[in-house]
């Protein structure tokens, strides 16, 4: 199959293509702006795969169009977005120009691709879009879970943004007959994430001795799923998935971010003893404004219907992304140096 995927360079996408390369004989075509979020070094392992290509170039652009005429897809995985909620709430434009107008142009560039192809190339073909379980908003002070049917309440620019397009994906799927599936994922972490996100950032700053920043009292719950095992749900909808239908994944890893940090604490006082406990170097900031308490899923329908299970315990999933980022600082300092702002100190829930 060839496998057309966006924002490939980024920390889910680029383990996405790592999988699909190692473990399929998919062709894999990846399409990214490379902004500030982007890095190709995590590709390094399968830049030069004869069933790799790689185009820069931004989703928003009308040669979209040619590209995915071009290339030829079975199936298009979009990853590509503005991910981060804090940029968001500092500046929305570039999160409603990549996450809706790119949709969108992704979108034409679909159907009019699926309008050309003949019944049994029409009947293989999908258009695979990666959302976020932060669409449906938050569940304070209730133990409910998001299912599938959970009524979309984002609260962030981002998730806002998140929300637009998933509405505009399930709309080309109703009004045009494209053979959508969607996926809403919680947090995820894991290796290559880049390092102003919760887990990345605490544990670079508790291995150079730097403050612990963690937004409000810490009590925000998310709930947390290992980069690979994410993947593999991926794959398993992109593949198998019903056509119109929304999958939700999750770890039934519900944790407090103080409690997250904690743990990082823990497991480098055994790796990296010092002269002190890391939790000493824990500080509380001032809270994201509009910061959702708590965010959980209910993965039950594609355990269910898919057989996906998540492999990864959070204390297993923790253990490995700890280990990865102390032996692999000289990536960090190279993408600290190149595309990050360290004075953005603020500890981020996603
Ligand atoms: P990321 O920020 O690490 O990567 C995004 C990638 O998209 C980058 O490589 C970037 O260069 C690229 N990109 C951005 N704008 C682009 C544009 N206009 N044209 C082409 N490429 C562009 O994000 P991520 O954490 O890997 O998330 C990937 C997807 O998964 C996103 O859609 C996100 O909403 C969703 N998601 C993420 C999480 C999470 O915890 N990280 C959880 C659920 C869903």
Redesign the pocket.
């Given at each position: 199959m060839k496998m057309l995927i966006?924002?490939?360079?980024?920390?889910?996408?680029s383990a996405l293509i790592r999988y699909l390369i190692e473990n399929t004989e998919h062709q894999v075509l990846n399409?990214?702006?490379?902004?500030y979020?982007?890095n190709l070094v995590c590709l390094k392992s399968i830049e030069n795969h004869p069933r790799y290509q790689f185009q820069q170039?931004?989703?928003?652009d009308k040669a979209m169009f040619n590209i995915v005429n071009n290339f030829e897809p079975t199936i298009i995985m979009h990853?590509?977005?503005?991910?981060?909620v804090d940029r968001s709430i500092d500046s929305g434009l570039p999160f409603i120009?990549?996450n809706i107008v790119?949709t969108f142009n992704l979108l034409e560039a679909a159907r009019h691709y699926y309008s050309t192809l003949d019944k049994d190339k029409k009947a293989n073909f999908r258009f695979h879009h990666?959302?976020?379980?932060e669409v449906y908003g938050d569940l304070e002070g209730t133990n409910a879970l998001f299912n599938e049917q959970t009524p979309y309440q984002p609260s962030s620019p981002y998730s806002a943004t998140?929300a637009s397009a998933d509405h505009l994906v399930r709309a080309w799927h109703r009004t045009y007959g494209l053979p959508v599936v969607i996926t809403n994922?919680?947090?995820?972490y894991g290796y290559y994430?880049?390092p102003e996100?919760l887990i990345p950032l605490i544990i670079l700053n508790a291995l150079d001795g730097q403050p612990l920043p963690i937004y409000g009292t810490g009590e925000q719950i998310r709930d947390w799923l290992f980069v690979d095992d994410h993947v593999k749900a991926l794959y398993l909808v992109a593949t198998q998935g019903k056509i119109g239908e929304t999958y939700n994944i999750g770890g039934h890893n519900e944790v407090k971010n103080i409690d997250v940090v904690k743990n990082i604490c823990r497991i480098l006082d055994k790796l990296r003893p010092k002269d002190y406990l890391h939790e000493s170097l824990i500080i509380f900031v001032t809270d994201r404004p509009g910061h959702d308490a708590r965010y959980a899923i209910d993965a039950t329908k594609i355990e269910k219907e898919l057989g996906w299970q998540p492999q990864e315990t959070f204390e297993t999933g923790l253990q490995k992304t700890v280990e990865w980022y102390w032996a692999n600082l000289d990536w960090c300092q190279r993408v600290l140096h190149s595309n990050y702002d360290r004075q953005r100190l603020g500890s981020q829930s996603?």
């Open positions: 966006t924002g490939g360079a980024g920390f889910i996408g399409i990214d702006k490379l902004t979020a982007s170039i931004d989703i928003c990853l590509a977005a503005e991910s981060h120009q990549t790119g990666i959302s976020t379980d998140k994922c919680s947090n995820n994430q880049f996100k996603n």
